[in-house]
T-cell receptor, first 115, second 113 residues
Framework: DVKVTQSSRYLVKRTGEKVFLECVQD?????MFWYRQDPGLGLRLIYF???????EKGDIPEGYSVSREKKERFSLILESASTNQTSMYLC??????????????FGEGSWLTVV | GQSLEQPSEVTAVEGAIVQINCTYQ??????LSWYQQHDGGAPTFLSY????GLEETGRFSSFLSRSDSYGYLLLQELQMKDSASYFC??????????????FGIGTKLQVIP
């Protein structure tokens, strides 16, 4: 089974703190994604990466950065957390191959509260 | 950019059939996917359509019309466990050859006895 593991399930951080959300996948997938999910807004893409050290902005990249130093690991960084970044964050991965890249596998999510 | 529209809520009776529609706007369209998410859980893949027509997987079917930029998810013989949120997602191809996947807001399906 494909496994996407997010390091923290629940976090509480203070405004202005630097926050790291870590994600690891074990399927040698080329593509990795970070989404945030908010009620009534669905899943919104923050950043994605299609290769090591490569990253592309999604729809809402402001206030976030990412790092992909190794193929299996994709980190989301909140440089200075703010209360409007309180949300659930979902990491995901998919194969880069055309024949099998249709399925996105999600982690269980990280619930971040910024106080 | 991309945009997707789907109803926010649908209610259906156990044993019945329900259809969840999705319309989209995008360039470089590659395919339309559907995902299911139970409360507190992660989204899980249900189906994918790259070509026009109907794809069937057990009680679930998904349809795509690329000319109409429209698709739907059909759930038959509804069961209580089908109560969940259902997301359509557009996969499109970017100039660099990589793919971006954009999700709709999700349709919350409530199955009632």
């Amino acid at each position: 089974d494909v496994k996407v593991t997010q390091s923290s399930r629940y976090l509480v951080k203070r405004t202005g703190e630097k926050v790291f959300l870590e994600c690891v996948q074990d399927m040698d997938h080329e593509n990795m994604f970070w989404y945030r999910q908010d009620p009534g807004l669905g899943l919104r893409l923050i950043y994605f990466s299609y290769d090591v050290k490569m990253k592309e902005k999604g729809d809402i990249p402001e206030g976030y950065s990412v790092s992909r130093e190794k193929k299996e690991r994709f980190s989301l960084i909140l440089e200075s957390a703010s209360t409007n970044q309180t949300s659930m964050y979902l990491c995901a991965s998919s194969s880069g191959r055309k024949s099998s890249g249709n399925t996105i596998y999600f982690g269980e999510g990280s619930w971040l509260t910024v106080v | 950019g991309q945009s997707l529209e789907q109803p926010s809520e649908v209610t259906a009776v156990e044993g019945a059939i329900v259809q969840i529609n999705c319309t989209y706007q995008t360039s470089g369209f590659y395919g339309l996917s559907w995902y299911q998410q139970h409360d507190g859980g992660a989204p899980t893949f249900l189906s994918y359509n790259a070509l026009d027509g109907l794809e069937e997987t057990g009680r679930f079917s998904s349809f795509l019309s690329r000319s109409d930029s429209y698709g739907y998810l059909l759930l038959q013989e509804l069961q209580m466990k089908d109560s969940a949120s259902y997301f359509c997602a557009v996969r499109d191809r970017r100039s660099g050859g990589y793919q971006k996947v954009t999700f709709g807001i999700g349709t919350k399906l409530q199955v009632i006895p």
